[in-house]
């Protein structure tokens, strides 16, 4: 009965519902603006907290991705869904997610956040929306010409579990090394004092709505790039109808919070230059196509065994260490020193992979 | 003899176009689909079932399931 609710449209449906309740929520609660939920800008905060760039602003062990991987994981077990698998074309998904890093944080944002800024009235944001659709249509076309990862194997439980035991350590780093007021180290990790890393919901609060995401996202598999990418391949609209309940109720919910700001200029973590929100997306809607899933599904494949989706979280969290390291992320005063070299060259890397990579299944 | 996909150890969106690929080359009959994840199993039985076809049975087999679909 449960699951079949979960796999109807109404199941799809309500997740993207709540995740529109709950993301401007956590923007009331404490995360920065058009922030309650971002799968790209919270990885980079993770990468952040551990020393992986040194950005001092977004440094923070976000639990709201901890209760992501967790929260699917509880899910799969309950409902006898935790299949360990992997091996297919780990090294092409870690290249992908860095990659998808890399363009999000050029837009400011991963889907999830695009989504938010738009209803959050940032119009900036639809340069980003026509950027990933752009960026997850070049992917169909790959795919109807054949493009494949290859086959993934059925493998050792404990494969499957290495990625959730990540996000264990991590929040046991957290309860070890609390924030400590005015200061940017607590341990090992890093705090940010100002800027967006300083921003955030309580601890218990954000890794409750994250668990519960998790949970409802692997049960319904909510993603974000296969919305538009059904929508394209197949005319189908199942997974579209969630995103649409999610901006349309992420809009109510921030009239409701006064949250709703329209406008192009000043807005949150965010910067004006139209095309390269667009460039940065088509390169993130290209990876995540070519990778199978948006980043949030990423996390929630991960949580349920699949050990190349947890690889593409590694690479995520690394390209953002890059990002931030190179100066390829944008801020709110535009792109990076050399953001638009990394949208093209990861651009040419993404077409190096769709091209090459069509061999028949065996 | 019915004809076969198997789609086992493939992600998104990979089972539904073999799936629809064969859909379409056969239009008729009886189809089977190998896949491993539940995921795939909705997404089939989905895809399916918006092309006319019916799920006629769905076995576990291995760690994956055993999908019939089925035109007249």
Known sequence: ?362 | MSDMVDARGLSCPQPVLMTMEKINKVKKGEITVLVDTDTSRENVSRAATSQGWKVKKINPEGAGYRIMIWKK
């Not at chain 1, 404990?158 to 940017?184: N, R, T």
């Open chain 1, 1 to 362: 009965m449960i699951r079949k609710f979960f796999a109807s449209r109404w199941g799809i449906i309500s997740v993207g519902a709540f995740i529109g309740v709950f993301a401007p929520l956590l923007q009331k609660w404490g995360n920065p603006g058009n922030m309650g939920i971002c799968v790209a800008c919270f990885e980079r905060d993770i990468a952040g907290a551990l020393g992986l760039h040194r950005a001092a602003v977004v440094q923070y062990m976000r639990p709201e991705i901890i209760g992501f991987v967790l929260g699917a994981l509880i899910a799969a077990y309950l409902f006898k869904e935790f299949r360990p698998r992997a091996g297919s074309a780990p090294i092409v998904r870690f290249v992908l997610g860095a990659f998808a890093m890399i363009g999000a944080l050029v837009f400011l944002g991963c889907p999830w956040r695009a989504m938010l800024r738009l209803a959050g009235g940032d119009w900036n944001a639809i340069f980003g929306m026509l950027g990933l659709i752009g960026g997850i249509w070049i992917g169909t076309l790959f795919l109807r010409g054949g493009y494949n990862l290859g086959r993934a194997q059925e493998t050792h439980t404990s494969v499957g579990w290495l990625m959730p035991l990540i996000m264990l350590g991590f929040l046991c780093l957290m309860f070890l090394y609390p924030q400590v007021e005015g200061q940017d180290k607590s341990g090992v990790l890093f705090y940010s004092i100002k800027g967006p890393g300083a921003l955030h919901a309580p601890l218990f609060i954000a890794l409750g709505v994250g668990l519960a995401v998790g949970i409802l996202a692997q049960r319904t598999r909510f993603c974000t790039m296969g919305a538009f990418r059904d929508l394209i391949l197949f005319r189908q609209t199942h997974l579209f109808s969630g995103v649409v309940a999610l901006v349309v109720v992420a809009f109510i919910t921030n009239l409701i919070l006064k949250q709703f700001h329209p406008g192009f200029a000043n807005q949150p973590v965010a910067h004006t230059m139209g095309l390269w929100n667009f460039g940065g997306m088509v390169l993130a809607g290209l990876a995540f196509a070519l990778a199978g899933g948006c980043p949030g599904r990423q996390l929630f494949l991960a949580g349920e065994g699949d050990g190349d989706a947890a690889v593409f979280v590694l690479g995520m969290i690394t390209g953002a260490g890059f990002a931030h390291n190179f100066g390829l992320a944008s801020s709110p005063k535009g792109v990076g020193p050399h953001g638009i070299a990394a949208v093209i060259i990861g651009l040419l890397i993404c077409l190096f992979i769709g091209f090459t990579m069509k061999k028949k299944i065996a």
